[in-house]
């Protein structure tokens, strides 16, 4: 039996909590204040949608991967794969203003456009501090998503939301691998009887992620650096320049990786999943031989599934999207770096638990992990 004491229990308070909001906007006892998920009353029902949405309860998985999957595309480092591509946004004004090279923001436009969605569940920052989640109808509102947040919003509150109310029927969803998880885990509708209307999720797109940081930490780290309401973009350059990089006006601040690492949050410690390998396309930023002044305007993009197939090639078709070779050993290189978190997150799972057998949350699945 769940209840809300369970969630508290065996996720909040061992600090495996992602803050990716599934547990929240379906009843008033779940919130957030600045990425800490809080549990207004104690609930007393045996089951219920914030437990079973949860990426950090308790997963089957293979189970999962297989309902939507065929088992045969599964690749153990990065799970369901059809394809991997260099891809970047054909249109230049917005590259400017995205996250690498704005391939994201271009194929959540172009699936509105073209009826793949209705809707788009996205996160919108200022910089990449104070990050919301939004659902966006227009492509006026997908570019107003454009940029990345290390910070973490609960993002999945606006779509449990937008579900309850049944007002879109084939929403997109872009988030972290936590967050696109728990969307699979919807879909999987185990209280569709209980107006979840998890089939009118229509498409997923997921984000690398390495890990997110606490709020409060961040926005004092960028002010020691730089000026908050200056900042324009955030990111993480390859392992080599140890930094996170600061844009604001035309100039870009280095802050040395040692005083951020700190501020990763606990529950991202315990993560396997660098790909977001539960969704229909997953995005990332580009590595190859060429550099990171090239390599910061293009993406890598995993093709998932049959619709995320669909999507690209229509991207293709349509100039949308601009494509070059991945470089020899690009698919190893990812596979190398996918399975490099998996160990990780195995490993910090142990020390939690204290005991090599015991994987917490993964213990379902744990085969999957068992030569980790």
């Known amino acids: 039996m769940l209840s809300t004491i369970a969630l508290d229990t065996q996720v909040i308070r061992p600090g495996l909590c992602t803050g990716c909001g599934a547990c929240q906007g379906m009843c008033p006892y779940w919130d957030s204040v600045e990425g800490r998920t809080i549990c207004y009353f104690d609930c007393e029902r045996p089951d219920g949608r914030c437990q079973r949405f949860c990426p950090r309860m308790p997963t089957d998985l293979d189970a999962l991967r297989k309902q939507f999957f065929p088992a045969e595309a599964i690749l153990p480092e990065i799970g ?31 699936a509105l456009r073209e009826g793949f969605i209705d809707a788009a569940v996205l996160t919108r920052s200022r910089g990449g501090l104070e990050p919301e989640g939004v659902l966006a109808a227009t492509a006026e509102e997908v570019r107003g998503c454009s940029g990345s947040s290390f910070q973490i919003p609960p993002t999945l509150a606006v779509l449990n939301r937008a579900l309850r109310e049944d007002r879109y029927h084939a929403i997109g969803v872009v988030g972290t691998p936590c967050k696109t998880l728990a969307a699979y885990k919807m879909k999987a509708r185990p209280f569709a009887e209980d107006g979840n209307h998890a089939e009118n999720i229509g498409m997923v797109f997921g984000l690398f992620c390495g890990w997110g940081l606490d709020w409060e930490g961040l926005r004092d780290l960028t002010a020691k650096h730089a000026d908050p309401e200056q900042v324009s973009h955030m990111d993480i350059p390859p392992s080599k320049y140890h930094s996170l990089e600061l844009r604001q006006g035309d100039g870009t601040v280095s802050v040395n990786l040692d005083e951020v690492t700190p501020l990763v949050r606990s529950g991202c410690r315990y993560c396997t999943d660098m790909t977001a390998e539960f969704a229909d396309l997953s995005v990332g930023g580009a590595r190859s031989a060429d550099g990171w002044d090239v390599d910061k305007v293009w993406n890598q993009v995993i093709v998932r599934s049959e619709k995320g197939s669909k999507l690209l090639e229509l991207a293709r078709e349509r100039g949308v999207l601009e494509f070059k070779e991945v470089p020899e050993g690009g698919l190893e290189k990812l596979k190398k770096a996918s399975l490099g978190k998996k160990r990780t997150g195995v490993r910090n799972l142990r020390q939690l638990t204290g005991s090599d057998g015991d994987l917490g949350y993964l213990n379902p699945s744990r085969a999957l992990f068992q030569e980790l």
């Open 80 to 110: 369901p794969f059809r394809g991997l591509y260099l891809t970047r946004a054909a249109d230049a004004s917005l590259r400017s203003g995205a996250q690498h090279g704005g391939t994201m923001t271009a194929l959540v436009e172009l």
